[in-house]
């Protein structure tokens, strides 16, 4: 179903969560049915590729939360709940955590789309979690198995996507060839 129109009317034609009025997108909600514009919002394409992961996250760009959060729209609120929570380590997010106001509803939609703690993290060989895009350095020469190349230490592996089901691997592209990547061999 369409719902752009609707998101349109309801947003005055502004990214819900910034305000910006140009290269918006509809962006669901998830963990959502879909069936209602209840369960979508209006953002800009900027913002819409950080959250799905496809550019990297820049906190100066969610300083907008500050106002959003306090939407009529329970879609919006659960995104900027989400998204606070997840800058939350930049530290100004931390005030606005305190302040912003869910209904058990909303908090629970929040948390049901937000990372579980006991979910599989990868870990580079210095301890930091690894995420959906990072780019990644290699800190030791690596043969890759059916394949004449040789990863070279200190290559860089941009992009990077995790593997789901296994959290000692990687994917990434060296030398234009899509391989797997141990994360032990791996630094942020």
Known sequence: ??????????????CELSGVTNDLQVYQVQPS????????ILISQ????QLEGKKELVPNDWRCLNDSMWSEVSAVKVAAYRMLDQLKAEGWPNDLLEMIYLTEEELSWA?????????????????AVLQAGDTVVL?????????TITAKRGTAVRNIRLVHNDPTLIEGKVEGQTIYILTQYVKK
């Open 1 to 14: 179903m369409n719902f752009e129109k609707q998101l349109n009317l309801r947003s005055g034609e502004k």
């Open 33 to 40: 049915e879909g069936n209602s514009v209840d369960d979508f």
């Open 46 to 49: 900027n913002l819409k590729d």
């Open 111 to 127: 948390k049901s789309g937000m990372e579980d703690e006991d979910a599989v993290k990868h870990i580079d060989s210095n301890g």
């Open 139 to 147: 800190i030791k020469d690596l043969d890759v198995k059916g394949s």
